[in-house]
């Protein structure tokens, strides 16, 4: 038995490297497996926030995932808050998590920067709540970006702990799916940091919401070096902008980056970037076109989470049941 889960914040828009790195797996892996997708609104608030904007997001988030082509007949497609599954799960899997495996995880690091003091406690048990969003499904399989790989190892370590210490098989060991030639995008203006939606510069990535012009424009101004591209993909070593564009090309065309080089090696950016720039727009001008009719109704969009979450309801309880037995609890 297979099952497939993954979860997405709510906060910000969609951009290219979201949906090159993850989201284009989601939709693919509905073709051959059960699919439960969850909006993470619980996440979102661990960091400040403010109401109307998260409230915003969420149907947002939503409408972009369905543009995407998650299908809702055939996948569930639900906001993490209206499943209380999950936030219990994740108080009984604190108990199961130890301090020093949390103490590793590089995400809060980074996220807390120079204010750990400060940061909130939710930020810190973050990774546990979403070893709580996989584990309530019992899922085999988690599509992430790769910089999800050290929560999901997190993950198989608490599934484990759990299965041992109170001697049960519930928990599988949840695997990451990360494939494809752009599993990590990174920003158009810094080939070492990630495409990432609180990059202040608007300029470091493509949203999904960008026109044609704007999408032109981003590729257009992106940096490079100033050589030819390589004929071979040793030649991308230590360029790391050029290694960017060709992985997006690559990724974008359904392609690799060895087919790209083949095709593009010894020319320059000034011919590679409007083909880019061209293959970006063919994929997401349909994209941003239903995402701008679904937003505007919604009241079809809480029909979808509020039927989606019914349904996950319906998977998730039984096994926060047999957790509640397996623990001792007498309810
Ligand atoms: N932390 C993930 C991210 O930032 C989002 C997430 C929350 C998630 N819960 C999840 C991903 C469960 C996969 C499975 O991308």
């Not at 599509?143 to 049960?168: W, Y």
């Not at 424009?217 to 030819?228: C, G, L, P, S, W």
């Not at 010894?266 to 349909?286: C, E, H, R, T």
Request: charged residues 20%; neutral net charge; hydrophobic residues 45%.
């Amino acid at each position: 038995m297979s099952r497939v889960f993954s979860g997405i914040q709510p906060t910000g828009n969609l951009h290219l490297g979201n949906y090159l790195g993850a989201i284009r797996n989601w939709v693919t892996m509905q073709d051959a497996h059960e699919c439960i997708y969850c909006v993470v609104d619980l996440h979102a608030i661990t960091v400040a926030q403010d109401p109307a904007t998260l409230r915003a997001g969420i149907r947002d988030m939503t409408a972009a995932l369905l543009a995407s082509g998650i299908d809702p007949a055939r996948s569930i497609l639900f906001p993490q808050s209206q499943v209380r599954v999950h936030a219990e799960l994740a108080w009984v899997l604190m108990c199961t998590a130890r301090m020093g495996w949390l103490n590793r995880m590089t995400q809060f690091k980074e996220k807390s920067g120079k204010d750990r003091e400060g940061a909130s406690v939710g930020l810190f048990t973050y990774p546990v709540l979403q070893a709580a969003d996989i584990l309530a499904y019992q899922a085999t399989h988690v599509p992430v970006g790769d910089d999800q790989k050290q929560h999901l190892e997190l993950a198989r370590d608490i599934a484990q702990k759990f299965n041992t210490d109170m001697s049960v098989e519930l928990f599988p060991l949840p695997e990451p799916v990360i494939q494809g030639p752009a599993t990590r995008v990174m920003s158009l203006r810094d080939g070492n940091a990630k495409m990432s939606k609180s990059d202040p510069s608007d300029a470091s990535r493509v949203n999904m919401t960008d026109d044609a012009d704007t999408i032109a424009q981003k590729i257009k101004r992106a940096r490079t070096d100033a050589e030819v591209l390589p004929s071979e993909v040793a030649g991308l070593a230590g360029r790391a902008e050029a290694a960017n564009l060709v992985g997006i090309m690559a990724a974008l065309t359904d392609s690799s980056v060895a087919a790209v080089l083949a095709q593009y090696g010894g020319q320059g950016f000034g011919a590679f970037k409007p083909a880019l720039a061209d293959a970006a727009v063919a994929v997401l001008a349909p994209i941003t076109a239903r995402f701008n009719d679904l937003r505007r109704d919604t009241t079809a969009i809480d029909v979808v989470l509020a039927q989606g979450a019914v349904r996950a309801r319906a998977i998730a309880e039984p096994v926060l049941a047999a957790v509640h037995r397996a623990v001792g609890f007498s309810g």
